[in-house]
């Protein structure tokens, strides 16, 4: 009785149908890693934004009371969104700038073709010169640039200074002094009436 | 497996059996034996288990009904018009929500001014309390409270079938059974008596799509709606539920088999399993002894 | 089962790691090549189940910590957040609160298998002190997680368990209030309670988590009973952990998770009571206050006793005892099975702790109240006469003859002398 032996490796070892075997033992591993692969998903997913989350995907802003030379700033989706009403000094020194002195050239607007380029009409408001939207966060690391408050240095090009890194933009948002990659990105948004704009 | 272990796996039914529906007064319908709650008569709902799904008909006039009479005193704050289009509800097609959500101002603010202000609402808003707080709900309905409708259907023994029985549960009281001052007899509501008066009558919510306007009609759609509202994942966990014990019931096949395959020679290759034959030694054999 | 390491390192960084940090080895020797006995039924495949309930409430319950807002007018709101609207949280909570209850139907056939089988009785001891020591730290988990949802059973159940310490006032007045004020940081059940109940309940499972590897531990160092009860012998007693019992138990474990899943797809709050779907209400007690089924027993021996102090001690009592249970039972042969008188005492006691449970559901007047007494009598009585009288006046049946039971005595032995089965502890880790 002590010599009959119980085979520490029965795959390897068994002789009678191996093939079948070892099919199912690889279809139950399979199973197993199938089973527990979908199960992680939930997991991982739910750190996702969710249904809540997405749906505040709205923000309706009344800028009647914003003068030229003025700016505002709201939230959307939780970022800073900047609203800026012109100059026309301001203006006129954005479109001066050639398209060929810029950082990016591309326009980086939400509401235009992917590969608009970065002129000072694809930046701003459609026919409404004078206002331009846009999210508030430097494209390099994600800080909120100075200069919507009246008092803010606004970098050597008068629009925007980052003081993380010391990123600058133009009056139109446009990254004009590194080290970030992109202008300020444009987000979907359609004037309402004249007096008010949804984000969104 | 052995005797021992057969008694023990009845035991252990047994205690599931036992013990489970006691805990579990909710999903059975039978109220807990000491507040007396009347029985209540289970209805036919599309939602069962395990394959059901909600009637997106149904839920939009339970939703109408709502709106129109429930509304009125009931809050739903748990939920936003959003979710009056997402999949597996009432599902109105996304213009329709904007348009229900902008029917009913909400207030927001403060304004750059510091004052709150009315402005119609949107899907991502949540539903409109009819009152402020607590306090004005229960000036409003003589002390007592409306309570918040979003989970009711969870929250009460019998979910649906209870909401089902207490709406179309009021009648004359009986001989002998006085209701007090403000309150109703109701056949379905613990005690009987209830501080909501008949909230439904027949016409009183008109249905655009044929469906016949009698009580025990708002009645069956507006309970269906508050289901869904206290479970509205209830579908794509059915849906999921499906597919999960499909693989599950695969899975365990190819376990047995292969748990099979991997004993076969432990049970086979030695018919003189050790403690198989030992047991034959012993004066006496445990078959022998019962 | 005191078989020196297999296994041999085969590369060059095998090696490496092996004479640094010999995890693999420990693997191998624990896990692989773990001699088991060739007899283990069903009822060993729980430890298993247990192991991976323990892991699905962990991984379920970080990701719940994500969303959940532990405060008085967060709580119940968020978990609502979490059924509506966060990615798969639906099923993630019903995992959840499902699996709490999968856990403990889990364990409990767990500890009633030991029981049937004696396994707790030497070498096993320790190995069983600490399976009670998990039981203890499950039920706080469970207890504290059933709060947070902070609806009117949560809220109410956290009053009435806190308020068991002021049974203490009995001993030295004053003691239990403060003690219960010093729980509640309060004067009564409210948000700090619910923000120290959310951070115990966060620690407790990795404390689990911690005795539960001392208690395989513990496993490892005599081996595995099984149903004889007798000792392994020889090598032919036993076959390598894998793949027999990786197998077995992998079968058994997908099953355990078919009826874990029919109930979190199909009846997710059948075994919940529908009060906690209304919030926390501090005015206005639920009328008919129910624990979770799994610890309706032990409700039921609370209010078997009148006395407001001697029915906390007994609550608590319930459960110290089951650490004494290796000492209080004085049989010669581990297994029921080869029990013919106790076997009787045994059943009844599963029947009395099935009876508990219903009891514990039901409002305690009348005959309810007189059988909870009844019931609860026998509960003790199982452990304080029961067992050590019975183990000594009882001739147990013969045992499987070719191994030597070392604690059954000479008259048995008819067999080769027992060779020792211990690790050292060197080779375990």
Same mark, same amino acid.
């Given at each position: 009785m002590a010599t009959h032996d119980i085979p520490l490796e029965p795959l390897s070892a068994d002789n009678d149908e191996p093939t079948r075997r070892d099919v199912l033992l690889i279809a139950a591993g399979g199973c197993a890693i199938v089973g527990g692969a979908a199960a992680l998903w939930p997991l991982l997913d739910q750190m996702n934004p969710d249904a809540s989350t997405l749906s505040l995907a709205t923000t309706e802003v009344d800028i009647s009371h914003v003068e030229p030379g003025q700016a505002l700033t709201v939230m959307w989706r939780g970022k800073p969104?900047?609203?800026?009403?012109?100059?026309?000094? %301001?203006?006129?020194?954005?479109?001066?700038?050639? +398209?060929?002195? +810029?950082?990016?050239?591309l326009a980086r607007n939400a509401n235009l073709p992917e590969n608009a380029p970065a002129s000072d009409d694809n930046r701003a408001a459609k026919d409404r010169e004078p206002w331009l939207v846009m999210v508030g966060v430097c494209t390099h690391l994600g800080c909120i640039p100075k200069g919507q408050a009246v008092g803010d240095y606004k970098g050597e090009y008068g629009g925007w200074f980052c003081p993380c890194?010391?990123?600058?933009?133009?009056?139109?948002?446009?990254?004009?002094?590194?080290?970030?990659? %992109?202008?300020?990105?444009?987000?979907?948004?359609?004037? +309402?009436?004249? %007096?008010k704009i949804k984000i969104g | 497996m052995n005797s021992s272990s057969l008694v023990l796996m009845a035991a252990g039914a047994l205690l599931l059996a036992l013990t489970g529906p006691s805990a579990a007064e909710d999903d059975s319908g039978t109220p807990p034996n000491n507040n007396h709650a009347p029985e209540i008569a289970r209805q036919s709902w599309s939602f069962t288990p395990p394959f059901g799904t909600y009637d997106n008909a149904q839920l939009q006039r339970g939703f109408q009904v709502y709106k129109e009479v429930c509304a009125n005193c009931h809050s739903m704050r748990l939920l936003s018009y959003r979710n009056l289009g997402e999949p597996g509800g009432p599902e109105f097609a996304p213009k329709a929500v904007e348009v229900l959500a902008s029917q009913v101002q909400v207030t927001d603010g403060p304004n750059e001014k510091g004052e709150m202000f009315q402005r119609p609402a949107r899907p991502s808003d949540r539903f409109r309390s009819p009152f402020a707080n607590e306090q004005l709900a229960r000036l409003a309905n003589n002390g007592a409270l409306p309570p918040d409708l979003s989970v009711i259907a969870k929250a009460r023994p019998g979910g649906a079938d209870y909401i089902y029985a207490l709406l179309t549960g009021y009648r004359p009281a009986p001989q002998?059974?006085?209701?007090?001052?403000?309150?109703?007899?109701?056949?379905?509501?613990?005690?009987?008596?209830?501080?909501?008066?008949?909230?439904?009558?027949?016409? /009183?919510?008109?249905?655009?799509?044929?469906?016949?306007?009698? /009580?025990?009609?708002?009645?069956?759609?507006?309970?269906?709606?508050?289901?869904?509202?206290?479970?509205?994942?209830?579908?794509?966990?059915?849906?999921?539920?499906?597919?999960?014990?499909?693989?599950?019931?695969?899975?365990?096949?190819?376990?047995?088999?292969?748990?099979?395959? $991997?004993?076969?020679? $432990?049970?086979?290759?030695?018919?003189?399993?050790?403690?198989?034959?030992?047991?034959? $030694?012993?004066?006496?054999?445990?078959?022998?002894?019962? | 089962m005191a078989h020196p390491s297999s296994y041999q390192p085969n590369t060059g960084i095998e090696r490496w790691l092996d004479a640094r940090l010999p995890i693999v080895r420990v693997v191998h020797d624990q896990f692989m090549v773990f001699p088991t006995p060739r007899n283990l039924n069903y009822w060993w495949t729980f430890g298993g189940i247990l192991t991976f309930m323990l892991a699905v409430q962990i991984a379920t319950g970080v990701v719940l910590a994500m969303h959940f807002v532990p405060t008085e007018s967060g709580a119940f709101d968020s978990v609502e957040k979490i059924m509506r609207d966060v990615n798969w949280g639906w099923l993630l909570r019903y995992a959840h609160s499902v699996g709490a209850s999968m856990f403990f139907l889990?364990?409990? #056939?767990?500890?009633?298998?030991?029981?049937?089988?004696?396994?707790?009785?030497?070498?096993?001891?320790?190995?069983?002190?600490?399976?009670?020591?998990?039981?203890?730290?499950?039920?706080?988990?469970?207890?504290?997680?059933?709060?947070?949802?902070?609806?009117?059973?949560?809220?109410?159940?956290?009053?009435?368990?806190?308020?068991?310490?002021?049974?203490?006032?009995?001993?030295?007045?004053?003691?239990?209030?403060r003690l219960v004020q010093w729980i509640w940081g309060g004067f009564a059940v409210g948000g700090p309670t619910l923000n120290r109940l959310y951070s115990l309940h966060y620690l407790f499972p990795f404390l689990i988590a911690g005795v539960v590897a001392l208690h395989i531990w513990a496993l490892h160092i005599p081996g595995n009973n099984n149903p004889t009860g007798i000792? &392994?012998?020889?090598?032919?007693?036993?076959?390598?952990?894998?793949?027999?019992?990786? #197998?077995?138990?992998?079968?058994?474990?997908?099953?355990?998770?078919?009826?874990?899943?029919?109930?979190?797809?199909?009846?997710?709050?059948?075994?919940?009571?529908?009060?906690?779907?209304?919030?926390?209400?501090? @005015?206005?007690?639920?009328?008919? #206050?129910?624990?979770?089924?799994?610890?309706?027993?032990?409700?039921? #021996?609370?209010?078997?006793?009148?006395?407001? @102090?001697?029915?906390?001690?007994?609550?608590?009592?319930?459960?110290?005892?089951?650490?004494?249970?290796?000492?209080?039972?004085?049989?010669? &042969?581990?297994?029921?099975?080869?029990?013919?008188?106790?076997?009787?005492?045994?059943?009844?006691?599963v029947v009395t702790c099935v009876a508990l449970g219903y009891l514990g559901a039901q409002q305690p007047e009348g005959w309810y109240l007189v059988l909870g007494r009844i019931f609860t009598a026998y509960y003790f009585a199982f452990f304080l006469v029961v067992m050590p009288v019975v183990g000594l006046i009882e001739k147990p049946r013969g045992l499987p003859g070719s191994i030597t039971e070392p604690v059954l005595g000479p008259e048995a032995v008819r067999a080769a002398p027992a060779t020792p089965r211990r690790l050292k502890p060197e080779q375990v880790g």
């Open positions: 969104i900047f609203i800026r009403h012109r100059t026309d000094q %301001e203006i006129a020194k954005a479109k001066d700038t050639p +398209l060929d002195d +810029l950082i990016d050239p890194h010391g990123s600058q933009y133009d009056t139109a948002g446009r990254v004009r002094i590194g080290p970030a990659p %992109e202008n300020l990105a444009i987000p979907p948004y359609s004037f +309402l009436s004249d %007096e | 002998g059974f006085a209701p007090a001052e403000g309150m109703h007899y109701n056949a379905a509501f613990p005690g009987h008596q209830i501080a909501m008066a008949p909230p439904l009558s027949d016409g /009183v919510v008109v249905y655009t799509d044929g469906t016949k306007p009698i /009580v025990g009609n708002y009645a069956r759609d507006v309970s269906a709606f508050l289901m869904w509202a206290a479970e509205p994942k209830l579908e794509e966990r059915y849906t999921l539920g499906a597919r999960v014990m499909i693989f599950l019931i695969v899975f365990l096949a190819i376990m047995y088999l292969a748990k099979r395959a $991997v004993w076969a020679r $432990v049970h086979h290759g030695n018919e003189a399993l050790h403690l198989e034959t030992a047991r034959a $030694v012993p004066a006496q054999d445990e078959k022998a002894t019962r | 889990a364990v409990y #056939i767990h500890t009633f298998r030991g029981l049937y089988y004696g396994s707790y009785k030497a070498p096993r001891e320790v190995l069983w002190i600490l399976g009670v020591l998990i039981l203890m730290l499950m039920i706080a988990t469970a207890f504290m997680g059933y709060s947070l949802p902070w609806g009117q059973m949560s809220f109410w159940a956290v009053t009435v368990i806190t308020n068991l310490f002021s049974s203490l006032d009995a001993v030295i007045p004053g003691l239990g209030t000792d &392994v012998k020889v090598p032919t007693d036993t076959v390598p952990f894998h793949p027999y019992y990786t #197998i077995k138990d992998g079968f058994a474990l997908v099953a355990f998770i078919l009826v874990f899943a029919a109930l979190v797809f199909y009846a997710p709050n059948f075994l919940g009571h529908p009060d906690n779907y209304i919030p926390a209400n501090p @005015l206005q007690t639920p009328t008919h #206050i129910v624990p979770e089924w799994y610890f309706l027993p032990f409700y039921a #021996i609370l209010r078997a006793i009148p006395n407001k @102090l001697l029915g906390v001690a007994a609550l608590n009592g319930s459960i110290l005892i089951l650490f004494f249970v290796p000492w209080l039972d004085t049989s010669k &042969v581990r297994s029921t099975r080869y029990r013919p008188v106790y076997r009787w005492f045994f059943w009844a006691f």
